[in-house]
């Protein structure tokens, strides 16, 4: 049973970032603006029992069918509780600098080459007006594409599977980086994990062949 959602575990230290996130902001990040996505997750789901079976994947691509008293509250929140998690994973300290074997590829079939992607996705998340997130996201039929979102809408939302995901809420760089998003952005590629970010892209992959 997903439900009650809770906060997953970071795998390294608020400071394991350093310098490029600094672990004020990680703290504040975690344990205060994630935990309060699911909370207010948990508090709009409770009582909806026929739902406590849904994960948070399926309860994004299905908003349209929720409960009209719940469905921005599930947005927002379940949008978040997702992002996050996501955020999480796809970072690490002293990772490889770039992907390797099939997404490598993918990556220079979709956009040209490695630095005409990270160009491409720097600039829409760093053009996202107000609060969102930058993505790179694999559609139904196994294409990526790099796009972002406002506030917490996640791709999910739209049919898409999110594979990398930057914050550009500025809650997630205020601390160090002022209103800098794209100083931010070029430090943030430094703690991308691509090892993760390969694997969501092969699991991606995968569902999309089978449908
Ligand atoms: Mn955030």
Request: glycine content about 10%; hydrophobic content about 35%.
């Amino acid at each position: 049973m997903p439900y009650p959602f809770e906060l997953p575990e970071l795998g390294y230290d608020y400071d394991a970032l350093e310098p490029h996130v600094d672990a004020r902001t990680m703290e504040i990040h975690h344990s205060k603006h994630h935990q309060g996505y699911t909370d207010k997750l948990n508090d709009a789901l409770e009582g909806y029992d026929d739902l406590h079976g849904k994960s948070i994947e399926e309860l994004l691509a299905g908003l349209d069918a929720l409960p009209a008293d719940i469905r921005t509250a599930v947005r927002n929140n379940g949008g978040g509780y997702a992002n996050h998690r996501l955020f999480w994973q796809i970072m690490a300290p002293g990772g490889d600098s770039s992907p390797g074997g099939d997404l490598s590829a993918a990556i220079d079939d979709a956009f040209g080459s490695f630095d005409a992607f990270k160009k491409k996705l720097a600039s829409t998340a760093a053009g996202q007006f107000g609060s969102g997130w930058g993505w790179l996201k694999v559609s139904s039929d196994g294409n990526l594409k790099v796009a972002s979102t406002p506030n917490q809408d996640s791709p999910l939302m739209a049919g898409y599977t999110p594979i990398l995901g930057v914050d550009v809420w500025e809650h997630a760089y205020y601390l160090h980086y002022q209103n800098r998003r794209a100083d931010y952005i070029e430090a943030w590629w430094e703690v991308v994990n691509w090892d993760v970010v390969a694997e969501m892209y092969e699991t991606a992959m995968r569902y999309a062949a089978t449908g």
